[in-house]
Structures are given as structure tokens and as C-alpha cells.
């Protein structure tokens, strides 16, 4: 079945520094879903890409869906401790979730 | 309040007892998910309806867990004779259904602890 594989599994940086975080699908993927997780908090929706190279900003977040749509990319410039979370990648529309990447940011 | 509701907040129970979990999804939606995240682990897809209709059921689902969504809206999840391994947060999600996948809105969840 279709997983969906994450990289780092964990990333500090020092604020201000950039951040990215990979994701991978061992199969095609329709479309791919971005969402954040607080420690103690659920899932919060970011972004969906649908399109093939398809690249979606949202102020200091990059997004970018591959060309095969098999793989996507998260970029956060200049971080800010108010990013720190888990950050996972979703596939489907059951979602298969990554395993994430935690970020924590040291002011 | 307008999001998605799920109660009990936290269950405690012994193991081999049943358990049932509520969730109230955002009134206009009309999917529904289940999902199930252990610590350091992503949400694991359990099951989702469309409706009252439970269109995808994961394989890895043991027949202990059961889902219900009578009458398209609310949902309960049971897990019958819970074993130290059920236990989890056990997260509901609610969207409305679009061409294509569209964004899941998650409730705060249900912690299971079995004892």
C-alpha cells in the first residue's frame, strides 16, 4: 500500500534560521496535504497541492508538490519560535500521514 | 463553537473492557474520519464515512473496533475488550467532500489509557 516517509525526524535550528522538511510517496500521489501539530494539540490543515510542480507560498512557508507527484517539500525562511511543532505531509483522501518532523526552535 | 467535538476528552479503563467514543463533526461536512496517533507516530487512517455510509475501512483494523455514523451526522468508535495496545489518542476529522481531496478539519481528541 502507499506510505508516505518523512525526513529529518527531528530538526533545532536557532530562530531565524531556515528550515525543510521532505516528504516521500512510494507511489503517485492524487495530492498531498501539509498540516502542523502543536505538542498537546491535533492536526491543523496548511496547504493542499494538487498539480504536478506545483509551488504555493504562504508567507514565510514554501510548498512544493514534484514533478512524478510522488514527492513535496515544506521550506520555512527565517524561523520563529512560534513555528516549533510537528510538521507532517498527508496523501489520499483517506490521509496517509507521514511520521512528521518535529521542529524545535531555540530563541 | 463551531469545530469539531469529541468526547471524552480522556477514558481510562482496565483491560478487556468495552469503550465508545463520540465525535460531533462541523455541521455542514459531510465526511467523517477516524484516526489513531501514538506518540511520535503520525495519525494512523482507522476508517471514514461519507454521510452515514463507512466508505474505507483500514486493513490493519481489528474487528474489536467498530464505527458507527446513524444518521450522517455524529459518529461514536468502539473498541471492544481493549487491550494495553488500544491505547492512544484517538483523533476524529470532518471535511466536506470536493473534487478531489479537500482540507480535514481535526477535533482535540480522545485519550485512551488502558490499565
Known amino acids: 500500500g502507499q506510505q508516505v516517509m518523512q525526513i529529518p525526524q527531528y530538526q533545532h535550528v536557532q530562530e531565524g534560521e531556515d528550515f525543510t522538511t521532505y516528504c516521500n510517496s512510494s507511489t503517485t500521489l492524487s495530492n498531498i496535504q501539509w498540516y502542523k501539530q502543536r505538542p498537546g494539540g491535533h492536526p491543523v490543515f496548511l496547504i493542499q497541492l494538487v498539480k504536478s510542480g506545483e509551488v504555493k507560498k504562504q508567507k514565510r512557508l514554501t510548498f512544493q508538490f514534484g514533478e512524478a507527484k510522488k514527492n513535496s517539500s515544506l521550506h520555512i525562511t527565517a524561523t520563529q519560535t512560534t513555528d516549533v511543532g510537528t510538521y507532517f505531509c498527508a496523501g489520499g483522501t483517506a490521509l496517509n500521514f507521514g511520521k512528521g518532523t518535529s521542529l524545535s526552535v531555540t530563541p | 463553537d463551531t469545530g469539531v467535538s469529541q468526547n471524552p476528552r480522556h477514558k481510562i479503563t482496565k483491560r478487556g473492557q468495552n469503550v465508545t467514543f463520540r465525535c460531533d463533526p462541523i455541521?455542514?461536512?459531510?465526511?467523517l474520519y477516524w484516526y489513531r496517533q501514538t506518540l511520535g507516530q503520525g495519525p494512523e487512517f482507522l476508517t471514514y464515512f461519507q454521510n452515514e455510509a463507512q466508505l474505507e475501512k483500514s486493513r490493519l483494523l481489528s474487528d474489536r473496533f467498530s464505527a458507527e455514523r446513524p444518521k450522517g451526522s455524529f459518529s461514536t468508535l468502539e473498541i471492544q475488550r481493549t487491550e494495553q495496545g488500544d491505547s492512544a489518542m484517538y483523533l476524529c476529522?470532518?471535511?466536506?467532500?470536493?473534487?478531489?481531496?479537500?482540507?480535514?478539519?481535526f477535533g482535540p481528541g480522545t485519550r485512551l489509557t488502558v490499565l
Open positions: 476529522a470532518s471535511s466536506i467532500r470536493r473534487l478531489g481531496a479537500s482540507e480535514q478539519f
Open positions: 455541521s455542514e461536512h459531510n465526511r
